[in-house]
T-cell receptor
Framework: GESVGLHLPTLSVQEGDNSIINCAYS??????FIWYKQESGKGPQFIID?????DKRQGQRVTVLLNKTVKHLSLQIAATQPGDSAVYFC???????????FGQGTRLTINP | DVKVTQSSRYLVKRTGEKVFLECVQD?????MFWYRQDPGLGLRLIYF???????EKGDIPEGYSVSREKKERFSLILESASTNQTSMYLC????????????FGPGTRLTVT
């Protein structure tokens, strides 16, 4: 069945460095891919999405890359800050479906 | 900005009690969702609604029901709470005409003793 997974459960980076969080997906029919950030005790926060006909999209300090050939999605965070510490997870949705398929999440830790 | 509010941040109930979790949105969106989130299991869809009085089962509807009498409010009901329903409950909305991203409320941490 369809699944969205993450390569690494935890990621530690130095403050100021760039972070790259990866995600693999299996449903080639997905229309959109979304990245969420979830801080402890809070609901998931929408960060950025990308349509399946795009391969790159940039937001404020974040870039999402989509490689449909290998069914891989990544989130790049530039100049990581302490406030970026959270669990990040990807999700996908395909045409006609109402529900998102979520990955398990990667915990990003920022070292001072 | 999309705003989703949930009635309680923390809730403690006893086994067998009837529990109501409320979700309210302020932008007239059709699509609303209820999830639960558990360590190691991620987010799982319980029910969703795409209009007033309309509802669809998600992946884990057993032990739950929902109500949507008004567009802005989507309620999750635990008819007889059990300890295995201790979880974080998250409401989400999906704005009409957007790519598919859902916007979540702050969550309700429910403990059933």
């Amino acid at each position: 069945g369809e699944s969205v997974g993450l390569h690494l459960p935890t990621l530690s980076v130095q403050e100021g460095d760039n972070s790259i969080i990866n995600c693999a997906y299996s449903n080639s029919a997905s229309d959109y891919f979304i990245w969420y950030k979830q801080e402890s005790g809070k609901g998931p926060q929408f960060i950025i999405d990308i349509r399946s006909n795009m391969d790159k999209r940039q937001g404020q300090r974040v870039t999402v890359l989509l490689n449909k050939t290998v069914k891989h999605l990544s989130l790049q965070i530039a100049a990581t800050q302490p406030g970026d510490s959270a669990v990040y997870f990807c999700a996908e949705i395909y045409q006609g479906a109402q529900k998102l398929v979520f990955g398990q999440g990667t915990r990003l830790t920022i070292n001072p | 900005d999309v705003k989703v509010t949930q009635s309680s941040r923390y809730l403690v109930k006893r086994t067998g009690e009837k529990v109501f979790l409320e979700c309210v949105q302020d932008m007239d969106h059709e699509n609303m969702f209820w999830y639960r989130q558990d360590p190691g299991l991620g987010l799982r869809l319980i029910y969703f609604s795409y209009d007033v009085k309309m509802k669809e089962k998600g992946d884990i509807p057993e032990g739950y029901s929902v109500s949507r009498e008004k567009k802005e409010r989507f309620s999750l009901i635990l008819e007889s709470a059990s300890t295995n329903q201790t979880s974080m409950y998250l409401c989400a909305i999906r704005p009409t005409g957007t790519g598919g991203g859902q916007y979540f409320g702050p969550g309700t941490r429910l403990t059933v003793t």
